[in-house]
């Protein structure tokens, strides 16, 4: 358990509205990421930060933008909701004691109806 | 581009039936690859971090292995609770961010 937290766990929301994923770590680590997972695709990089207010796109950005004001914090926005966003999506961290290895929280699965 | 492949998509073994999943990768100069096990409705689960030809490591039923062009996730003498799908990832030596690719995972299934 690498001390991550997400939020909500499970959202129903309609076309065209803003959507909010948080993604909550305890452990004050440096790099944060967002993927998302979709049958067929595996996980996919949204957006990734490297700091308090550093963050850079991953492959799949579009659509889709991050906030970090707290190590502990990493937002995930859908501006506007397409149907195309539904998806499960996953925090994950880094830890900064060295080596590669990314750490997953439980996920959060969101529909767009 | 660096891409990550495994195999088979699905496998089904009778508790006990040794066997392997494949993961063959296309990077840039390998600084890693890495397993690990999803169970549904979860995060992926940590289980290996592979860092160069030749390296192995273990856990309980599972072996990992590494070579310049696959790796392999042998599973000795599986359980029921071994039933998860299996993911591959590999981060390559350029690029910032610690940027990982994934494949889509092996979905394997033991039974009694």
């Known amino acids: 358990d690498a001390g991550i937290t997400q939020s909500p766990r499970h959202k129903v929301t309609e076309t065209g509205t803003p959507v909010t994923l948080r993604c909550h770590q305890t452990e004050n680590h440096r790099y944060m990421y967002w993927y998302r997972q979709d049958p067929g695709h595996g996980l996919r990089l949204i957006h990734y930060?490297?700091?308090?207010?550093?963050?850079d796109k991953g492959e799949v950005s579009d659509g889709y933008s991050v906030s970090r004001s707290k190590t502990e914090d990493f937002l995930l926005t859908l501006e506007s909701a397409t149907s195309s966003q539904t998806s499960v999506y996953f925090c994950?961290?880094?830890?900064?004691?060295?080596?590669?290895?990314?750490?997953f929280g439980p996920g959060t699965r969101l529909t767009v109806l | 581009e660096d891409q990550v492949t495994q195999s088979p998509e699905a496998l089904r073994l009778q508790e006990g039936e040794s066997s392997s999943l494949n993961c063959s990768y296309t990077?840039?100069?390998?600084?890693?690859l890495f397993w690990y096990r999803q169970d549904p409705g979860k995060g992926p689960e940590f289980l290996f971090t592979l860092y160069s030809a030749g390296e192995e490591k273990e856990k309980e039923r599972l072996k990992a292995t590494l070579t310049k062009k696959e790796s392999f996730l042998h599973i000795t003498a599986p359980k029921p609770e071994d039933s998860a799908t299996y993911l591959c990832a590999v981060r390559p030596y350029t690029g910032g961010g610690n940027k990982l690719t994934f494949g889509t995972g092996t979905q394997l299934k033991v039974e009694l």
């Open positions: 990077v840039s100069g390998l600084r890693g």
């Open positions: 930060s490297y700091g308090v207010k550093d963050t």
């Open positions: 994950a961290i880094k830890e900064a004691s060295g080596g590669d290895t990314q750490y």
